[in-house]
C-alpha cells in the first residue's frame, strides 16, 4: 500500500513540473467562479508625498466580471458618476462612463485602455479580461510568496492585442490556484506596476477581497477593499446597459 502510494505521489510530482504556461493558466482560467457578484467598494489613492484619497462604490458584475457596473457613491463631487463594461469576443469592448455633472456618457475607445480609471493606477486595460488565446505564456522557475509556493508564468500579449504593455508576471499559488501577486511592464520592459491580491473564501469560492497597486515610475498607490460581498444573486444581465448607469443602487 506504502509503494503504491508514492508511486501516485510521483505521478503527481510529474504531471506538476510537466506543466507548461499555457496549461497552468488554463486551469486557473476553468477554475469554478460565482454567475455574479456584488459589493461595496472602498478605493483609496495614495501619492509620492502620502496624500490620500477614499472613493466608495457598489460595484455590480457577472460573466466572470466580463460585464461590470460601477457606481460612485462618495466623494461627495463623484457621486452618482457611473461606469459601464461589457466585453465581447469579436469586437471591440464597450466602456461608457456617465458624468453627471456634464450629464453626458462619455465612451472609452480602444485607443483610451492605457489611460487612467478614476485617477487611479488600473488602466482601463488592467480592468478587462484576458482571454486566454490572446496571449503567450512561458513557465518560469517557481517562487514563494509569503509562505506560500507559486507558479510563475511570464505572459506576453499578442501584437493583435495592441496592449499598452509588453508582458506580464503572474504568480500563481499552486494549492489554490489563484493569483497572489503580479508584474506589468511597459513598452520599453520597465517595470510598470506592482500589483497583490488577497482572497476570502465564499461558498466554496476564492474570492478577491483586495488588491493593490503601485505604479513604480510614478511612486503612486490604489489599494481597492471588496466588502459586503454577494454572490450567485438573481441578477439579470439586462442591467448591464447604458441607461443603468444613471440609476444609482441604493445598497
Not at 2 to 14: C, D, Y
Not at 20 to 42: A, C
Not at 58 to 69: G, V
Request: positive net charge; contains cysteine.
Amino acid at each position: 500500500m506504502k509503494v503504491k502510494n508514492i508511486f501516485i505521489v510521483i505521478i503527481g510530482i510529474s504531471i506538476v513540473f510537466g506543466q507548461s504556461g499555457y496549461e497552468i493558466t488554463k486551469t486557473l482560467d476553468e477554475k469554478d467562479k460565482p454567475k455574479n457578484m456584488i459589493s461595496k467598494t472602498t478605493m483609496v489613492l495614495t501619492n509620492s508625498k502620502g496624500k490620500t484619497r477614499n472613493s466608495v462604490m457598489i460595484s455590480k458584475t457577472m460573466d466572470n466580471s466580463r460585464r461590470q457596473l460601477i457606481w460612485f457613491l462618495e466623494p461627495k463631487d463623484d457621486k452618482g458618476v457611473s461606469f459601464l463594461k461589457i466585453e465581447h469576443d469579436d469586437r471591440d469592448d464597450e466602456m461608457r462612463i456617465w458624468l453627471p455633472a456634464f450629464k453626458r456618457v462619455r465612451r472609452i475607445s480602444a485607443s483610451k485602455k492605457a489611460d487612467s480609471f478614476m485617477g487611479s493606477d488600473l488602466s482601463y486595460e488592467d480592468m478587462t479580461s484576458r482571454s486566454l488565446d490572446e496571449n503567450e505564456y512561458k513557465r518560469l522557475d517557481n517562487e514563494t510568496v509569503n509562505g506560500r509556493e507559486c507558479f510563475v508564468i511570464e505572459v506576453t500579449p499578442n501584437a493583435s492585442l495592441k496592449s499598452s504593455y509588453s508582458k506580464h508576471k503572474i504568480w500563481i499559488v499552486k494549492d489554490d490556484l489563484y493569483i497572489i501577486k503580479e508584474e506589468s511592464y511597459d513598452k520599453r520592459d520597465k517595470l510598470k506596476k506592482e500589483k497583490s491580491f488577497s482572497y476570502i473564501k465564499i461558498d466554496d469560492y476564492d474570492i478577491m477581497s483586495k488588491i493593490s497597486v503601485k505604479d513604480v515610475q510614478k511612486d503612486h498607490k490604489t489599494d481597492i477593499s471588496f466588502e459586503q460581498v454577494k454572490v450567485d444573486t438573481d441578477m439579470s444581465e439586462k442591467i448591464f446597459q447604458e441607461k443603468s448607469l444613471k440609476r444609482l443602487p441604493s445598497h
